[in-house]
C-alpha cells in the first residue's frame, strides 16, 4: 500500500463493539481478567498498553517501514527513554546543532549516569568517523536539524556507525515519513516528536521510537516504557492518528508555502541567509535531494542585523504568531536563541519560522511588511 492508504488504513479497525468507523477512545485504566484468571484480550492495565496507543504504534510503524513502535508521552520522553537503554561507560556521538533540550538531556542528565557525548557537525561524515570510541553505542542524527535545518547523510554516517558496532537513531520530526524514511539508508531506530506535524494540530504533545527491527535494546526501551510510564493518554494516541490520516496532504501544502517563503526572503536584500534544505544554495542542497523526496515546512533565516533587530521583526508580524513549535495549521515566527537561554548555539540574528496553512501569498505580504522597518 502507498504511504497515503498506510495513514488511513494502518492501525484501523471497525469497532467490533459497535461498528463504528471512528475508533472510540478507551478511557478504561484496567481490563477484565476471565474467570480462569487469564486475559482474553491482551489488554490489562492501561500504562501497559491499550487499544488507542497499539493503533498509534502500528500506524507509525507502517508510515516509517520499520517493525515496532513505542509511543511516548512527548518527543523529548521518547528519546530520553532510548538513552535510558544505555548503560555507565557508553558513549554517544550527537550533532551539534539538535533540538536543544536533547543537549540538557545528555550534558546535564545522561552525563551523571556516567554516559558522554561528543557532539560533531555531521555534515561532515568523517567528523563522525573520527568521534567514534570502542563504547560508542549510539550516534544520535538529526536531519533536517532544529533550527539551523542542516542536512547529514543518513546512509554514510550508519555505515560508519555500523563498521564501530554502534547503532544509529535518526530525529525525523522536521522531514516526517512522508518526505524521509531514516530507517532505509540504514538507520536502527527513528525518533519523533509527535507533537509536530504528525499530531499536526499544535494540540496535542507526543513522541515515538520506530524501530527496524526487534532487538534488545527495543525491548528494553518497552520496558522503560510500561514500567517508567511515560506513556501518552488514550485520547492523545486518538488526536495523533487522526492527525495522521491528513499528514501527507499537510505536508506537501506545508512544503510548497515554505518554498516560497524561502525564495522571497533568499532575495530581500534585509536578509543575510536563508536556512531551507529545499533551496539550490543549502550548503548540503544535494545530500537532501538524494535522501528526501520533498523538504518540509520548517526554515529559518538570519536578518541583517543583531538581535534586537530580530526581535523587533516578530514584533511587526501581523498573521504570524509569535510562538516557539511547529506543525501546525498556523505560521508561527520565533527568535530561537532567547528561547533556547543559556545553551543556545543558534545565531542571534536567527528566526525561526514554520510555516503554516494559510495562502502563501498571504504569508509573504506579511514578511514584506515586516522586513520593511
Ligand atoms: C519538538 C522537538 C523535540 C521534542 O519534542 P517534545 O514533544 O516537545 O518533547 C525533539 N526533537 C525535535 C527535532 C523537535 O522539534
Known amino acids: 500500500m502507498k504511504l497515503e492508504t498506510r495513514a488511513i488504513h494502518a492501525g484501523h479497525a471497525v469497532d467490533p463493539a459497535s461498528g463504528a468507523i ?34 498509534l504504534e502500528a500506524r507509525i510503524t507502517a508510515l516509517e517501514g520499520g517493525t515496532a513502535a513505542l509511543s511516548f508521552a512527548s518527543g523529548s520522553a521518547a528519546i530520553y527513554s532510548l538513552l535510558q537503554t544505555l548503560a555507565q561507560g557508553d558513549h554517544v556521538v550527537a550533532p551539534d546543532v539538535l533540538y ?27 567528523n563522525v568517523a573520527a568521534a567514534l570510541r570502542p563504547e560508542t553505542r549510539l550516534v544520535l542524527l ?6 539551523e535545518l542542516g542536512v547529514c547523510d543518513i546512509r554514510a554516517i550508519a555505515d560508519l556507525a555500523h563498521d564501530a558496532g554502534a547503532q544509529v537513531a535518526c530525529d525525523n520530526t522536521i522531514a516526517t515519513p512522508v518526505f524521509q524514511q531514516p530507517l532505509q539508508p540504514g538507520a536502527d531506530y527513528v525518533l519523533h516528536a509527535t507533537t ?16 527496524r527491527e526487534v532487538d534488545e535494546r527495543f525491548e528494553r526501551l518497552q520496558q ?7 506513556v501518552p493518554s488514550p485520547l492523545e494516541c486518538w488526536l495523533t492518528l487522526r492527525g495522521i490520516e491528513t499528514l501527507p496532504l499537510r505536508v506537501r501544502a506545508h512544503a510548497d508555502n515554505a518554498l516560497q ?9 534585509a536578509v543575510e541567509r536563508v536556512n531551507y534544505p529545499g533551496l539550490a544554495g543549502h550548503p548540503a542542497h544535494d545530500v537532501a535531494r538524494r535522501q528526501m523526496s520533498g523538504y518540509g515546512g520548517l526554515l529559518s533565516f538570519q536578518l541583517r542585523g543583531d538581535a534586537a533587530a530580530a526581535l523587533a521583526l516578530t514584533g511587526r508580524v501581523k498573521l504570524f504568531r509569535r510562538a516557539t513549535s511547529f506543525g501546525g495549521t498556523h505560521s508561527l515566527i520565533e527568535h530561537r536563541a532567547s528561547m533556547e537561554k543559556g545553551v543556545t548555539m543558534t545565531a542571534p540574528n536567527l528566526l525561526r519560522v514554520s510555516v ?18
Not at 478511557?27 to 501497559?48: I, K, N, Q
Not at 538529526?142 to 533550527?147: D, G, L
Not at 509536530?196 to 524501530?211: E, P
Open 100 to 126: 536543544y533540550g536533547i543537549r540538557i538531556i545528555m550534558t546535564d542528565i545522561m552525563a551523571r549516569q556516567g554516559i558522554s557525548t561528543t557532539f560533531v557537525d555531521m555534515s561532515c561524515p568523517a
Open 356 to 373: 503554516g496553512l494559510e495562502h502563501a501569498d498571504d504569508l509573504i505580504a506579511d514578511l514584506d511588511q515586516a522586513l520593511r522597518d
Open 196 to 211: 509536530k506535524y504528525l499530531g499536526g494540530h499544535s494540540d496535542v504533545l507526543g513522541g515515538v521510537v520506530v524501530a
Open 142 to 147: 538529526e536531519t533536517p536539524s532544529n533550527p
Open 224 to 230: 522503560i516504557q510500561q514500567v517508567g510510564g511515560a
Open 261 to 269: 517563503v524561502a525564495r522571497f526572503l533568499e532575495q530581500h536584500p
Open 22 to 55: 471512528v475508533a472510540p477512545v478507551h478511557f478504561s485504566t484496567t481490563y477484565e481478567r476471565a474467570p480462569d484468571g487469564s486475559y482474553p484480550l491482551e489488554y490489562v492495565y492501561s500504562r501497559l498498553g491499550n487499544p488507542n496507543r497499539l493503533a
